[in-house]
């Protein structure tokens, strides 16, 4: 989006420089006073529009919940605003490199990313569509992940996951298709666990290792959440920053 904006701002720039080379041709008092109006508003909005992508690209950038993913803790529709400096600055066509971090990426925080090529479909990269995720950050580089019957453990320990909603009491049971770790690691880190059906996975999974520059990002709705356990680790280029607040509906205005 904010490319998109950054383009049109420089179109209408652009335009604004053109009508002040022609300004002469009008002569009438009418001609002149309308273009002097449309001037204006040219003027006025290349300068908005690329403030504004300055600002969604480096700083804010507002997003819409798109799916039940993170039940009960944001829900489908909620809008939010994003905290795009707080983990560096993107670096303009840099391939998703940041400078200055505020802070590192925490186990909890819930975090906007760009969806790993891994987790969409064939023809989605083949028409080379892009999809922001929000998830929560569960574990870090070098971290050892585990799930058994649903229960989250971080190297060896169990997380206390408040925020988790569970909503099918049933537990599946494992079904490995690989005969040592190191084989599904690889597998995991690869996104080859998405295609295996999703219940085989999805309450008892690993362990694997989360691989350097990289994190694990589960959904708190966490037994209809598409996520990690699934198309792998998100690396850190695809990161775009930090749920900061929560604006619409005006019912659940909070910071988050």
Not at 223 to 242: A, C, H, N, Q
Request: net charge positive.
């Amino acid at each position: 989006m904010e490319i998109k904006l950054f383009i049109a701002g420089i179109i209408l720039f652009i335009v604004a420089m053109f009508m002040q080379s022609i300004k002469k041709f009008f002569k009438s008092k009418t001609s002149q006073s309308l273009f002097k109006n449309v001037y204006s508003w040219v003027d006025t909005a290349w300068t908005a529009l690329i403030i504004a992508s300055f600002l969604m690209f480096f700083f804010i950038q507002a997003f819409k919940i798109p799916s039940g993913s993170m039940r009960i803790t944001l829900l489908e529709g909620d809008h939010l605003f994003v905290n795009k400096f707080i983990y560096g600055l993107h670096v303009p066509f840099s391939g998703g490199k940041r400078v200055v971090p505020l802070k590192r990426i925490s186990r909890g925080d819930i975090v906007v990313f760009r969806c790993p090529p891994e987790a969409l479909t064939i023809s989605e990269r083949e028409a080379g569509e892009k999809k922001d995720y929000i998830k929560r950050c569960v574990a870090v580089a070098g971290d050892k992940v585990e799930i058994k019957d649903k229960k989250l453990y971080v190297n060896g320990i169990e997380v206390d996951e408040p925020y988790v909603t569970r909503a099918d009491m049933n537990i599946f049971q494992s079904f490995n298709l690989y005969e040592t770790d190191e084989q599904y690691q690889q597998a995991w880190e690869e996104g080859k666990l998405a295609s295996i059906p999703g219940n085989f996975i999805r309450d008892n999974f690993g362990p694997v290792i989360v691989p350097q520059d990289s994190y694990m990002m589960l959904g708190d709705n966490r037994d209809y959440s598409f996520d990690s356990r699934y198309w792998g680790p998100v690396k850190d280029k695809y990161i775009k920053g930090k749920a900061l607040f929560l604006y619409w509906p005006l019912n659940r205005i909070r910071l988050i």
